[in-house]
């Protein structure tokens, strides 16, 4: 067992020896803060304080983050490391503070100081240290656990470690179910009538074709979904927008409709099935309320996972929000309008609450590629985001990280605007997930 000597614990680095723990070692590091016990400790000795004591430990000099208790903006250098970044350089056995570095990055510390949003209000990515300097498309905490377990091996070889599993979680956002169907006279009446404005004749018949049963709804691909997922045996996760009155960007079947609750019924009997709070909820804290609650109705037990509509995550405020409504899982940390890491890590941890200064309940789900970034973001060609899809994959893998992707069933149906993403789609499901992907984590 790895003993770690320590002048102060502090809830930052207690928070952060644990995420190296779970990473790491079956058993938990101990922390002491006594250095005579410390120095006639047998096993494997970690010193990260502000001075070593003998070659006989593993030393890193500390810095000061993990032992202030405010939010200020830091002062951080970025050099090469490995072919890889690294910030927060100090000297010792490893080459940087990687506990203060990993700490910034998952706590997402930037995020609390002063910044700008995009156009929807969320906290803009090209602002980021990991865009900046180039790092975003990396699992840069991964990378220097990685790094660190290598360094440490060689002063204490007798260490063991655990053995992580590479896993695949695939995911589903369902913000409109149908395009069509389910939507009521006015809905249709009104695209119908848009439609025929700017003379689109192919989309008035298919919405006609539709609508009178001869033609399947193009956003209904759901039964082939559910012969894929069988067929690669594995379990993905739905996540339905089900706000009660329609916004600009909350635009799901109505609640009241029969079709709609028989379709989330069926999933949660079969699949996970999570919330995915409206727009609205955000600025009502009481519709994310609401929106739980006729959700479990519908499924029948207890909704625990979630996953922001629009990716729209503010810090600390949404996560608060979550916990508040006894959400435990959720897989909002990634950007809305760009692909990579937002945390810099591949790995499921725990929320911690900066303002607050403490770990959280709430243990987040990072995803890495989201299909509509691809599309409306990036502006990829289902060629573009294919390549771009298996680097991620294959980069997760690489690092025995979970690769989670997002998709939307609107996207994997059969409108003309998104020709070749279903068979994208079934590509990447055929060639690569039925192959080596694991189930979800339960």
Known sequence: MLLLFTNTITPRLQYIVDFFSEELFDEPIRITTNEESFKKYNGPRLNYSDQDFSEAEFFIKSTDLLFENNIRLQSIQCFELN??????????????????????????????????????????????????????????????????????????????????????????????????????????????????IKGEVKKMKEQWNVLSGRDKDPFDCFEWLDALHLYCRIKPYYFFLVAKKRSRYDKNCSTDKKQFTALIEYYSHNYKVGIHPSWQSSDEARLLKEEKEWLEVVCDKPVKISRQHYIRLELPQTYRQLIENKIEKDFSMGYGSINGFRASVCSSYYWYDLDKNEASSLRLYPFCFMDANSFFEQKYSPQQAYEELMQYYNLVKRHHGIFISIWHNHMMGTTEQFLGWRQLFELFMKETVYWDAYNDEG
């Open 83 to 196: 072919f890889h970044k690294a910030f927060f350089a100090t000297r010792g056995d490893f080459p940087f503070d990687l506990f203060a570095a990993s700490f910034y990055l998952l706590s997402r510390y930037e995020e609390y100081l002063p910044h700008t949003t995009d156009e929807y209000g969320r906290y803009a990515y090209a602002q980021s240290l990991a865009f900046r300097e180039n790092f975003l498309k990396q699992p840069l905490v991964n990378i220097w656990v990685e790094d660190f377990k290598k360094a440490i091996t060689r002063k204490f070889p007798q260490l063991l470690f655990r053995h992580n599993s590479f896993r695949c979680l695939l995911t589903y956002d369902v913000d409109i179910a149908y395009c069509y169907k389910h939507k009521g006279w006015r809905r249709n009446t009104g695209s119908f009538i848009r439609a025929a």
